[in-house]
């Protein structure tokens, strides 16, 4: 009896030093299941190589085809009545003008972008703007531009040296599709010297750009009718 269990007790703990020996050889996998394994992984390079990637053009394309928003035509429409008020206010200090009326036309219109139809509030002769040269000749005059500028123009966003002090926008209607958003109404501008005002109708068309700002690709700009 006792020699039987101390003989039972002497085997298991010879097979328990086999199973924890380290070096011991272990059972190879067989040939199909590495085979299953190799294939597996071929399938899944497979897989993520045959996925379509994203170029730098169609993530450029995909964030241009973000919508526009109700608030970002707000935004917008407060950026340029900012850049009309300051361009009066540097020019009034004396400052470089012209360069604030670049910086702006770079940040609101979509000159470089995309084609801009442009018709400016006071202009006959040349009625259309369709490069950022005649816009820049609209809004700060044609002697800043040299050859290339209108006659007309006497700078309308220094108003022909009198200057804004406040810009209004009363929207009549927004509307809303995608990427593009149109909107309509009047805005109000207060003489910087005498405080008068006066009204003009609007339309402003906004367009996402490729770098995700949205920019004006459409501004139509009209007096009242007066008999």
Not at 21 to 34: A, F, G
Not at 183 to 192: C, H, K, L, R, V
């Amino acid at each position: 009896g006792n020699a039987s269990v101390a003989k039972k007790d002497q085997n298991r703990r010879r097979s328990s030093k086999r199973d924890n020996n380290p070096l011991r050889e272990r059972t190879p996998l067989s040939v199909p299941n590495i085979a299953f394994r190799r294939s597996n992984n071929m399938l899944s390079r497979a897989f993520w190589l045959s996925r379509p990637r994203m170029t730098s053009r169609a993530m450029r394309m995909s964030t241009s085809a973000k919508a526009i928003t109700m608030e970002e035509v707000q935004e917008n429409q407060k950026k340029w009545a900012a850049a009309i008020k300051n361009m009066s206010k540097v020019y009034a200090e004396g400052g470089d003008y012209v360069q604030a009326a670049k910086d702006a036309a770079g940040e609101l219109y979509g000159y470089g972008h995309f084609e801009v139809l442009f018709k400016p509030t006071k202009s006959t002769t040349t009625p259309f703007r369709p490069d950022g040269i005649g816009a820049l000749s609209y809004f700060v005059g044609c002697d800043t531009v040299g050859d290339a500028g209108h006659a007309e123009d006497k700078g309308f966003a220094i108003n022909g040296g009198r200057g804004w002090s406040e810009v209004e926008f009363n929207n009549h209607q927004i509307d809303l599709n995608g990427p593009v958003a149109i909107a309509m109404g009047s805005y109000t501008f207060t003489d910087a010297t005498d405080g008068g005002k006066g009204d003009v109708f609007y339309t402003f068309g906004y367009k996402r750009c490729e770098d995700g700002q949205s920019r004006i690709f459409l501004h139509h700009s009209s007096p009242p009718y007066v008999e």
